[in-house]
């Protein structure tokens, strides 16, 4: 299968510890992307990455959040200090340079407890 | 700023009728505009887009939108639903040279057998 991957799929935690997500793109997509959809709403934009170089960040992306994507190829998100506010389906998506759409992930759906 | 108008949460359609799924947006200059569809606990499908030229888009599993430009809409159409539609719908739009996508809060799609 070539599409996006992230792991794990499900993250259960206590309240004030730290997660890291992993999301493996489409092969050669030079584009990535993390959203957060959170229950009765539509994914909302988090981060995007151009190759290594994080290019963009949302407000909601606040500083116990961080995103790397070293390579230029997999990337992480980690959040620190978890609260229960941080409970969401965390989505993460790739585009081809040439391309226009988003190809999407399956998620890691994180719990805090 | 862009923005999406899903306007209604459900749309329940008998099976073998035509359906129509509505979305309005807003956004500066030529919109991206694209529909997804989420199964539970999955990510989101692709399933069309419109960027220039025919206002009609023929897409996946027989979905196809009408972008109108004067009324700022793109509303999801099939001619002929199954049961196997009923799934999660939703709209989303970025604007040129904007990397981020920016949905709609969905419209639950229920085909009546």
């Known amino acids: 299968d070539t599409g996006v991957s992230q792991n794990p799929r499900h993250k259960i935690t206590k309240r004030g510890q730290n997660v890291t997500f992993r999301c493996d793109p489409i092969s050669e997509h030079n584009r990535l992307y993390w959203y957060r959809q959170t229950l009765g709403q539509g994914p909302e934009f988090l981060t995007y990455?151009?190759?290594?170089?994080?290019?963009?960040k949302s407000r909601l992306l606040s500083d116990r959040f961080s995103a790397e994507r070293p390579k230029g190829s997999f990337s992480t998100l980690e959040i620190q200090r978890t609260e229960q506010g941080d409970s969401a389906m965390y989505l993460c998506?790739?585009?081809?340079?040439?391309?226009?759409?988003?190809?999407f992930g399956p998620g890691t759906r994180l719990t805090v407890l | 700023a862009q923005s999406v108008a899903q306007p209604e949460d459900q749309v329940n359609v008998a099976e073998g009728n035509p359906l129509t799924v509505k979305c309005t947006y807003s956004v500066s200059g030529n919109p991206y505009l694209f529909w997804y569809v989420q199964y539970p606990n999955r990510g989101l499908q692709f399933l069309l887009k419109?960027?220039?030229?025919?206002?009609l888009v023929k897409g996946s599993y027989g979905f196809e939108a009408e972008f109108n430009k004067s009324q700022t809409s793109f509303h999801l159409k099939k001619p002929s639903a199954l049961v196997s539609d009923s799934a999660l719908y939703f709209c989303a739009v970025r604007g040129f040279g904007n990397e981020k996508l920016t949905f709609g809060t969905g419209t639950r799609l229920t085909i009546i057998p």
């Open positions: 419109y960027i220039t030229g025919d206002n």
């Open positions: 998506a790739s585009r081809a340079g040439v391309g226009n759409e988003q190809f």
């Open positions: 990455f151009q190759n290594e170089a994080q290019l963009e």
